[in-house]
Every structure is written in C-alpha cells, then in structure tokens.
C-alpha cells in the first residue's frame, strides 16, 4: 500500500495532474487575461532553493503551473504569431526528455572534469554543455525519428482502420454478417 501512496502522490504524478487540470480548463475557458502568471511564476521559481524543498509540488510546481498558464495566455491571445524556437523545443521535449541524461548529462560528465577549469567556470561550462547536447540531440531525434516514425504510423493507422471499415460497409451491403 505503501508503494500506490507513494506513486500517486509523487511530485511528478501531482504536476502531471495538475497539467491535465490546465489543459482542461484552456479548452473551457480563455487564459488571455492571465499573462501576468508567465513573469510572477518564472521569478518564484528563481528564488527557490530547489534542491532542498521538502514540498516540491507546492513550491515549485504551483509556479511551473503559473508560468505554463502564462505562456498560454500569450499563445491565445491572436497578437503573438507562433514563435519558430519556442515550437521546435515544445515539438521536441519528449525527445530532449528521453535522452537529456544519458547524452546531455553522460557526456557532459565525461568531458567537462578533463577541462583545465575548475569552479564556478566549471560548473557554468557543465551546465552550458549539457543544456546545449540534451537540446541538440533531442531536435535530431526528434526530426530524423520521431515525426518520421509518427508520419509512418498515422498512414499504416490510418490505412489499416479504412480497410476495415471498407470491408464493413462491403459486408453489411452484401447482407454479410459482421465479424466478431
């Protein structure tokens, strides 16, 4: 019992919630008026030790939900034509996700202690480098695999569902039964 309390009250499970919550109330309500949620949740996250809140739901993720409700604000509001960079990285997050560990941080691990820095150069560079491989590799994954991959299944998806209903609507024409 332990194990379920823990996983449904986890932060990721309470932010992923909390997303849902967002998403519903955008297609219900307009988000226009809430610009201002953008700029006050990007400075409260700012000033958060992060790594040592007990309550990270509430401390960081109420303002990461600010700042999400912000940016929809601006995305709705018919005055900000879609945005090339902030697309791309949106369209690519799954993939930057997926891969920011293992070759954003991995790499970065490997490569940035054999530099001759040390610090808070070092930790600058560290952070620079890993930010910079997570994103980049996850653009590439992202156009060369992802949205090719997507593309191939909505055409096999979507040809295999026209068949069937094809074969359907031949079978009830024909006074067929259907199958079962």
Same mark, same amino acid.
């Given at each position: 019992h332990d194990a379920?309390?823990?996983?449904?009250?986890?932060?990721?499970?309470?932010?992923?919630? *909390? #997303?849902?919550?967002?998403?519903?109330?955008?297609?219900? !309500?307009?988000?226009?008026?809430?610009?201002? +949620?953008?700029p006050i949740g990007f400075l409260l996250?700012?000033?958060?030790?992060?790594?040592k809140l007990q309550l990270w739901p509430i401390f960081a993720g109420i303002p990461a939900i600010m700042v999400i *409700? #912000?940016?929809?604000?601006?995305?709705?509001?018919g005055k !900000?034509?879609?945005?090339?960079?902030?697309? +791309?990285l949106g369209d690519s997050s799954f993939s930057i996700y997926l891969f920011h560990t293992t070759l954003g941080l991995g790499l970065?691990?490997?490569?940035?202690?054999?530099?001759?820095?040390?610090?808070?150069?070092?930790?600058?560079?560290?952070?620079?480098?890993s930010m910079s491989l997570s994103i980049t590799t996850g653009i590439v994954i992202h156009r060369l695999?992802?949205?090719?991959?997507?593309?191939?299944?909505v055409r096999a998806t979507k040809t295999s569902n026209d068949r069937a209903i094809s074969?359907?609507?031949?079978?009830?024409?024909?006074?067929?039964p259907h199958d079962p």
């Open positions: 379920i309390l823990k996983t449904i009250t986890s932060s990721q499970m309470l932010e992923f919630v *909390a #997303g849902l919550y967002l998403a519903i109330l955008f297609e219900r !309500h307009s988000f226009v008026r809430f610009k201002l +949620l953008l996250l700012m000033g958060f030790d992060l790594p *409700a #912000g940016a929809l604000a601006f995305e709705t509001d !900000h034509t879609e945005w090339f960079i902030p697309k +791309l970065t691990y490997k490569i940035v202690p054999r530099l001759p820095l040390g610090g808070t150069l070092q930790f600058i560079t560290l952070i620079a480098l695999v992802e949205k090719p991959l997507t593309r191939w299944l074969h359907a609507l031949l079978r009830q024409a024909a006074g067929q």
